[in-house]
């Protein structure tokens, strides 16, 4: 069964959702580019509450859409499935990191002890267990990108299908108007952590 196609307004706002999840996992990336790899505890503290607030986005979305009583269209209902599945690998990015994290406190209150074989084994298990958690995470992220994307991009190889269909039916030698189609959320917003939310 085809889905049904994706507003306009929803795919804009999917798109802003997987920029979102780009930019997080670019985040992480920078944040890794030191000589052992690991991400310093502040930066690593910062990154966990983004990732606690990309979750928070996710179901603040849903919540907007279904809490309102009456009946939804088929459209809408895609709309918050795609935006509900995509919870389980934002969920699977932050569990991941924040079990990075906790290697990283680890390792951060042991700092200043004397090293001992037992400490050695510890700090060499924390840094494995660290960037085996990283990578998840950083795979989880590009999943939950990938899936905002991927259904956006759909959406925009309908639309403008759709409303080519319409014109030539109801309107000869119209052309689409500049709604017609989503486009891509402006990369400076982006880069300040901007999003439009809900079409607006």
């Given at each position: 069964m085809t889905p049904p196609a994706l507003t306009?307004?929803?795919?804009?706002?999917?798109y802003a959702l997987a920029e979102e999840f780009t930019a997080a996992r670019r985040r992480l990336d920078a944040a890794r580019r030191t000589g052992d790899g690991l991400p310093a505890l502040t930066a690593a503290s910062h990154q966990l509450q983004s990732l606690g607030g990309l979750v928070g986005s996710l179901t603040d979305e849903v919540l907007f859409r279904v809490a309102e009583p009456g009946r939804r269209t088929p459209q809408e209902r895609r709309a918050v499935g795609v935006i509900a599945r995509t919870a389980a690998p934002a969920a699977r990015a932050l569990e991941q990191f924040a079990e990075a994290?906790?290697?990283?406190?680890?390792?951060?209150?042991?700092?200043g002890h004397l090293v001992n074989p037992d400490l050695a084994d510890m700090r060499n298990s924390a840094f494995n267990v660290i960037h085996d958690r990283l990578d998840q995470a950083r795979a989880a992220l590009q999943d939950a990108s990938h899936t905002l994307h991927l259904e956006a991009d759909r959406a925009g190889a309908v639309l403008p299908r759709?409303?080519?269909?319409?014109?030539?039916?109801?309107?000869?030698?119209?052309?689409?108007?500049?709604?017609?189609t989503p486009t891509r959320p402006d990369p400076a917003a982006a880069a300040t952590g901007h999003v439009p939310r809900h079409g607006r």
């Amino acid at each position: 069964m085809t889905p049904p196609a994706l507003t306009a307004a929803d795919s804009r706002t999917l798109y802003a959702l997987a920029e979102e999840f780009t930019a997080a996992r670019r985040r992480l990336d920078a944040a890794r580019r030191t000589g052992d790899g690991l991400p310093a505890l502040t930066a690593a503290s910062h990154q966990l509450q983004s990732l606690g607030g990309l979750v928070g986005s996710l179901t603040d979305e849903v919540l907007f859409r279904v809490a309102e009583p009456g009946r939804r269209t088929p459209q809408e209902r895609r709309a918050v499935g795609v935006i509900a599945r995509t919870a389980a690998p934002a969920a699977r990015a932050l569990e991941q990191f924040a079990e990075a994290y906790e290697q990283l406190g680890l390792l951060y209150e042991y700092a200043g002890h004397l090293v001992n074989p037992d400490l050695a084994d510890m700090r060499n298990s924390a840094f494995n267990v660290i960037h085996d958690r990283l990578d998840q995470a950083r795979a989880a992220l590009q999943d939950a990108s990938h899936t905002l994307h991927l259904e956006a991009d759909r959406a925009g190889a309908v639309l403008p299908r759709a409303v080519a269909a319409r014109s030539r039916t109801t309107v000869p030698n119209s052309s689409a108007t500049p709604d017609s189609t989503p486009t891509r959320p402006d990369p400076a917003a982006a880069a300040t952590g901007h999003v439009p939310r809900h079409g607006r």
